[in-house]
């Protein structure tokens, strides 16, 4: 990264400097260039857009990035590179869509996989010794449990193997994975990255040559290339994205205060909250809490589910990080059945707090809570 800080790089980043050219990197919609260039295909050198888009995030992360088609097929590119009958060590709280790509890889015999508790610190140190590849997710979705990236990141490991974390919900403001001693930080720049709900896209960011050049191979043979007009809207993203965050992460450290006093919540998991039990390791190990809370209703399920429906400024939809606030029950997703039934998980956005605040009390009224 240069010297600038990360708020001024994420405007500054990416851009040409040569005199005439656009101030924002155009879209150049062609699958093919003519001889002569750097460029042949774009399935293969890729487009200046996506460049740009990996230019800001490798930066900001540390390490050379490589844009997907979305956050799976990032994922998928990480997995890819395991050999046949890999070891696999994966959290027991972490997106239902990596778990689904664990499970069936194992089912075809690719890899075997563990199952490890987020915060249990000695037992990841001690898969390391044995696993080709360890991923991890801190905060975790949806628990937001907080693992002890310093310790496993810098635990020693099977020579040979790979550690990735999943960033997606510290995003590289709040967290910089590379920096502690991991292979990959992977993104879905669905989330945060872009920021509005428009686009899907992922990003892996390697500490290694090596592992850039094996990921854009991956990308090339896989055909998992970001959209043209995905990218651009992921930079436009980018641009606001310090701004997004500050002003979701006050919100939510409020609500999830207000919500720890209410009636019509049981539990609430946000580790900025000082009783929460990851809020010590976040503390020291984040640069924030990020925007997402977890939350179970004192109700029965059918509550829970009137809470979604009765909401009118928050939108019961599923996916976070962007601008607008959303929440979804998470337990009625196939793949999360070890969830708490009535856990809500909400992606606070940056609406006015006194608004979103308004909007939950109607609702848990109207759900009879």
């Known amino acids: 990264m240069t010297d600038l800080k990360p708020r001024s790089w994420l405007v500054a980043g990416g851009r040409e400097d040569s005199p005439g050219a656009p101030l924002n990197v155009p879209m150049a919609p062609a699958s093919n260039f003519l001889h002569g260039g750097s460029r042949i295909y774009s399935r293969n050198e890729g487009t200046p857009l996506w460049e740009a888009l990996e230019d800001i995030v490798g930066s900001l992360e540390g390490g050379r990035a ?118 990959f930080s992977v993104h879905s720049a669905t989330k945060f990255i872009g ?42 993203g980018l641009r606001t994205l310090a701004l997004r965050l500050e002003t979701a992460q006050g919100n939510a450290i409020r609500l999830a205060q207000w919500l720890a006093g209410h009636e019509a919540v049981s539990r609430v998991r946000y580790p900025g909250l000082a009783g929460d039990r990851g809020y010590c390791l976040a503390s020291s190990r984040l640069e924030g809490f990020g925007t997402i809370i977890s939350f179970d209703v004192a109700g029965d399920v059918a509550q829970a589910d009137a809470v979604c429906a009765a909401l009118k400024l928050v939108r019961h939809a599923t996916s976070l990080g962007s601008v607008e606030s959303t929440i979804e029950r ?28 308004d909007d939950l009390e109607q609702a848990f009224a109207r759900a009879g809570l």
């Open 66 to 183: 490589v844009a997907f088609s979305s956050g799976m097929a990032a994922v998928s590119a990480v997995f890819d590179g395991l050999p046949v009958g890999a070891r696999v060590a994966l959290p027991d709280d972490c997106y239902q869509g990596v778990a689904e790509l664990a499970r069936r890889g194992q089912e075809q015999g690719r890899w075997q996989v563990s199952r490890i508790g987020v915060t249990d610190t000695p037992r990841w140190i001690a898969a390391l010794g044995e696993a080709d590849l360890a991923w991890l997710e801190s905060p975790s979705n949806p628990l937001l449990q907080i693992a002890d990236l310093k310790a496993i990141c810098g635990a020693p490991r099977k020579p040979g193997s790979l550690l990735a974390v999943d960033n997606t919900f510290a995003t590289p403001l709040n967290q910089k994975p590379l920096a502690l001693g991991a292979d």
């Open 195 to 236: 920021g509005h709900s428009d686009l899907l896209s992922g990003i892996v960011v390697a500490a290694r040559e090596e592992h850039h050049a094996a990921l854009l191979q991956a990308r090339s043979v896989n055909g998992a290339t970001p959209g043209e007009l995905e990218s651009f809207l992921a930079v436009r």
């Open 330 to 357: 998470r337990a009625a997703h196939a793949g999360q059945e070890h969830l708490p039934e009535t856990l809500l998980r909400l992606s606070v956005g940056i609406e006015d707090c006194d608004d979103l605040r």
